[in-house]
């Protein structure tokens, strides 16, 4: 057991030496995966921001099927139940022609002109069903459903088309397309991580090719050579995390009088600030285990590289 801790106090020791070492390759190493890890973070808290702000939209916005008064109710009920089953749907509410006009007039309170001449006629309104969709990018399968052929007598109009329509596909198209390209940039910036690491690890073990041949002839085992690469690129990974967070974590507070009430288009910046330091942990959590990760992933592919062609030598 004493052996075992010594020989792995030597691995950490002489990783360690070596990060040093090799200051300029480390601070290559490092730059390069800060960058990855701080737009790991920065899709994080955005697609939580973005999420936030969809949500909120999501919650205001439905679509309203006007009904037309001949319309049977049992038929009526037949639409609602069959809106009720889709997956897409968080509720539906059906307004009477009656509660139809309450709501116009609550909705209308302060237009005392138009509330005069709706009083003064019958009703207008139509009995309504509200739909509550769940998700937008998949509303039209509400619409698709609405528009079944054997539904069309009964309803007069729905309020999912023309400018309305455009409206909030245009919304959900947009936040599709910010999530995919989070997604590919840290995809990307991952795989250029990994890739500077490997070829960091690569040098360094050519720079120190032949004490390695000796350790292998005096009879080192494979773990033994490969450790101190290992540690010196989660050290890589460590302090690339750490400097991420800290750079997240300025930025934020650095402008966090500007960012109070304050969006970018569908991003929520004070939301993400609010996002980011209730999470603070689990996020440096986060970033320290993608940082370990990739170095231990790219050191140990290049040290195995390394020692499968010292082995066939």
């Known amino acids: 057991m004493n052996?075992?801790?010594?020989?792995?106090?030597?691995?950490?020791?002489?990783?360690?030496?070596?990060?040093?070492?090799?200051?300029?390759?480390?601070?290559?190493?490092?730059?390069?995966?800060?960058?990855?890890?701080?737009?790991?973070?920065?899709?994080v808290i955005?697609?939580?921001?973005?999420?936030?702000?969809?949500?909120?939209?999501?919650?205001?916005?439905?679509?309203?099927?006007?009904?037309?008064?001949?319309?049977?109710?049992?038929?009526?009920?037949?639409?609602?139940?069959?809106?009720?089953?889709?997956?897409?749907?968080?509720?539906?509410?059906?307004?009477?022609?009656?509660q139809a006009l309450d709501q116009y007039k609550q909705q209308n309170a302060g237009n005392t002109q138009l509330l005069d001449a709706i009083n003064q006629t019958d009703n207008p309104i139509p009995a309504t069903i509200i739909v509550k969709p769940i998700d937008l990018n998949k509303i039209q399968d509400i619409e698709n459903s609405i528009n079944q052929q054997k539904y069309k007598p009964l309803i007069?109009?729905?309020?999912?088309?023309?400018?309305?329509?455009?409206?909030?596909?245009?919304?959900?198209?947009?936040?599709?397309?910010v999530k995919r390209a989070g997604i590919v940039a840290v995809i990307v910036f991952a795989i250029i991580s990994v890739l500077i690491i490997f070829n960091t690890i690569q040098m360094a073990i050519f720079n120190r090719r032949d004490e390695l041949t000796i350790m292998r002839l005096l009879g080192?085992?494979?773990?033994?050579?490969?450790?101190?690469?290992?540690?010196?690129?989660i050290l890589y990974g460590?302090?690339?995390?750490?400097?991420s967070v800290l750079l997240i974590h300025t930025l934020f507070v650095a402008s966090s009088s500007a960012l109070q009430a304050t969006s970018l288009g569908l991003l929520d910046i004070n939301y993400a600030s609010?996002?980011?330091?209730?999470?603070?942990?689990?996020?440096?959590?986060?970033?320290?285990?993608?940082?370990?990760?990739?170095?231990?992933?790219?050191?140990?592919?290049?040290?195995?590289?390394?020692?499968?062609?010292k082995t066939s030598k």
């Open 238 to 243: 460590i302090i690339a995390a750490l400097v």
């Open 156 to 177: 007069g109009q729905v309020s999912y088309n023309g400018d309305r329509k455009v409206a909030i596909d245009k919304i959900a198209h947009a936040t599709d397309i």
């Open 220 to 233: 080192a085992s494979t773990w033994y050579i490969r450790g101190p690469f290992v540690v010196e690129a």
């Open 46 to 98: 955005t697609n939580a921001a973005f999420s936030n702000t969809v949500a909120n939209i999501t919650a205001k916005i439905d679509i309203s099927v006007f009904l037309n008064d001949s319309a049977p109710q049992d038929r009526v009920n037949q639409l609602i139940a069959n809106l009720h089953t889709l997956p897409n749907v968080q509720q539906v509410t059906y307004l009477s022609k009656d």
């Open 274 to 309: 609010t996002y980011f330091h209730s999470r603070f942990w689990e996020l440096l959590t986060l970033q320290l285990t993608l940082g370990i990760l990739i170095g231990a992933v790219s050191s140990v592919v290049a040290t195995r590289r390394y020692l499968k062609f």
């Open 3 to 43: 052996r075992k801790f010594i020989t792995f106090s030597r691995i950490l020791r002489t990783g360690t030496l070596n990060f040093f070492r090799n200051a300029w390759l480390s601070i290559a190493a490092v730059a390069v995966m800060i960058i990855t890890l701080t737009i790991v973070l920065f899709s």
